[in-house]
């Protein structure tokens, strides 16, 4: 297993704050600002694109700036993170899955939206949510650290977050729903396992992909596709399962693994 402050180096976040104190993971915003930036665009172009040319038409400055800090604390939004990095040259290959590849650097990033996967993951399609549900596993730990109308608008932002990922459905009722997993969301799921120190076979198993609600042979297939598009490569020969990631990590990314 690796430790957490090799995984923080990574982008993965800890602690007991998140950004969906705040806002959901606006996977739209997200869509319209990579629409008209390349995938090496630098952090100080992002910025100067939202606060200063006011790409995602927010109506102040303040909810400009406020905006950026939020894409940053959800996303990084920096090449030199290497989630981000590997997250962004992976967002144009199938946007049908963009979202959920939102969704799923989002969730190693925030410490309240990860709160709530057993909530929702313990669901059957079709079963009801009620905000209250998602309020009570924030409050669990500490009853007295949020007041009411905190816990209400954090809920409602990560239920918005796992309606914009296709894990819900409904505005007012939420339902439970599967969502649409493509070859890149698995590609992404496996490489959070790899960097958490799974390999082979067991990196099929990792919580990341549990996420997705496949059963094995829905993970393999696109897994099998994703290599077939040259994001991964997977090879399985004799029982024996190899996962590898060609140009996710420099040299000097892959040795931290090993810290």
């Not at 924030?138 to 309606?163: C, D, V, Y």
């Not at 399962?241 to 810290?259: H, M, N, S, V």
Request: hydrophobic share 40%; proline share 5%.
């Amino acid at each position: 297993m690796i430790k957490k402050p090799i995984l923080e180096k990574f982008g993965f976040k800890f602690g007991q704050n998140g950004a969906h104190s705040a806002r959901s993971m606006m996977s739209e915003e997200l869509k319209a600002l990579f629409a008209s930036t390349e995938k090496d665009t630098a952090k100080e172009h992002y910025q100067a694109d939202i606060c200063d040319f006011n790409v995602l038409n927010k109506p102040t400055a303040k909810a400009r700036t406020l905006t950026f800090r939020h894409l940053v604390d959800l996303y990084g939004m920096s090449n030199e993170v290497p989630l981000f990095r590997v997250f962004r040259k992976l967002w144009p290959i199938d946007p049908g899955g963009q979202s959920l590849l939102a969704f799923q650097l989002a969730i190693v990033r925030d410490p309240l939206l990860r709160m709530s996967i057993p909530t929702i993951t313990e669901l059957d399609e079709g079963d009801a949510l009620a905000r209250e549900d998602i309020e009570a596993v924030l409050k669990a730990p500490n009853p007295e650290r949020f007041s009411p109308a905190s816990l209400k608008s954090f809920a409602q932002n990560i239920n918005g977050s796992w309606t914009q990922a296709g894990f819900l459905v409904g505005r007012n009722k939420k339902h439970r729903a599967t969502p649409k997993v493509t070859p890149v969301n698995v590609a992404f799921a496996l490489f959070l396992g790899y960097l958490e120190g799974a390999t082979g076979e067991r990196l099929l198993q990792n919580k990341w992909c549990k996420l997705l609600g496949l059963n094995e042979h829905q993970l393999k297939e696109l897994a099998i596709a994703a290599s077939h598009r040259g994001i991964i490569d997977f090879k399985q020969s004799g029982g024996v399962t190899d996962i590898r990631f060609p140009g996710f990590l420099t040299k000097q990314e892959e040795a931290w693994l090993y810290e």
